[in-house]
């Protein structure tokens, strides 16, 4: 039986990405591959580029947002919606081009034994070499947080990731409650937790290529603030975090 592969993308004010983004996850022409965006109400016309791009290519699929309501939330919505469609595999990615569909494959060379394919900017020496030293030094600091508050070995705070959907419980998303950036860790917190099979794969990520990052001092203050509330959760009610293994 050949597997259904989803590949979703959120997206607000992208218009200078999408395109060339589009054509160059084509071109590694992944069997029975779709492609999800869901767009946030983008303000510089992302979501009509799309929505014409939709109506030549039948394998790309395109949902709109009333506004930003969240990466995080986005996430959930991409999530449901390949449960919903019945994919075997889900990856998840940014559109800024810090994520190069190149390594896309190798996150599918890994779905068969793993659970969920993590990409980690921790494991080759120059991985974020093209980053200025405050990025370097905010996500080091993220990175020591989740490693050593809440357990996480894993690069636990990136959006580019590979799901094995028929081994993971939909119940594991369920318990999650973050629409922010948090998202990232407290996913893979309860996904680990429950004891699924997560595996890191080694990711160069440069700069991104238009734009600007969209995250602000503030979502840094309430993922920290969410951080420490995981934490809490954890040692005085464990139970919150588990889930039923079995099924869809």
């Known amino acids: 039986m050949i597997q259904r592969t989803l590949i979703f993308i959120p997206t ?19 069997n029975n591959a779709d492609l999800l965006f869901i767009d946030d ?65 190798k996150l599918l060379e890994r779905a068969d034994t793993h659970d969920i394919v993590v990409t980690s900017r921790y494991m ?17 600091f993220g990175h020591s947080l989740t ?32 629409n922010g950036y948090s998202f990232f860790f407290e996913s893979l917190f309860i996904l680990n937790f429950n004891k699924y099979r997560i595996v890191e794969t080694p990711i160069i990520l440069s700069a991104r290529t238009y734009g600007n990052s969209k995250m602000k001092i503030s979502d840094a203050f309430k993922s920290l603030e969410f951080l420490f509330t995981i934490f809490l959760k954890k040692v005085f009610q464990p139970h ?9």
């Open 147 to 178: 490693r050593y508050v809440l357990g996480l070995r894993y690069d636990a705070s990136g959006a580019f990731r590979l799901y094995n959907l028929n081994n993971i419980n939909r119940a594991v998303f369920v318990k999650i409650l973050s």
């Open 12 to 30: 607000y004010n992208e218009k200078d990405n999408v395109e060339k983004l589009i054509s160059e996850i084509q071109a590694l022409h992944i």
């Open 41 to 105: 109400n983008s303000t510089d016309g992302t979501g009509d580029i799309l929505d014409r791009i939709a109506k030549e290519q039948s394998k790309l699929y395109v949902v709109h947002r009333s506004g930003k309501l969240g990466v995080g939330s986005a996430h959930k919505d991409g999530i449901a919606y390949a449960y919903q469609k019945q994919y075997d595999i889900l990856i998840t990615m940014d559109a800024d081009f810090t994520h190069s569909p190149s390594y896309i494959t």
């Open 240 to 248: 919150k975090f588990l889930i039923a293994k079995n099924g869809k």
């Open 124 to 140: 080759e020496k120059d991985s974020l070499k093209d980053w200025n030293l405050f990025r370097k030094t905010v996500t080091w």
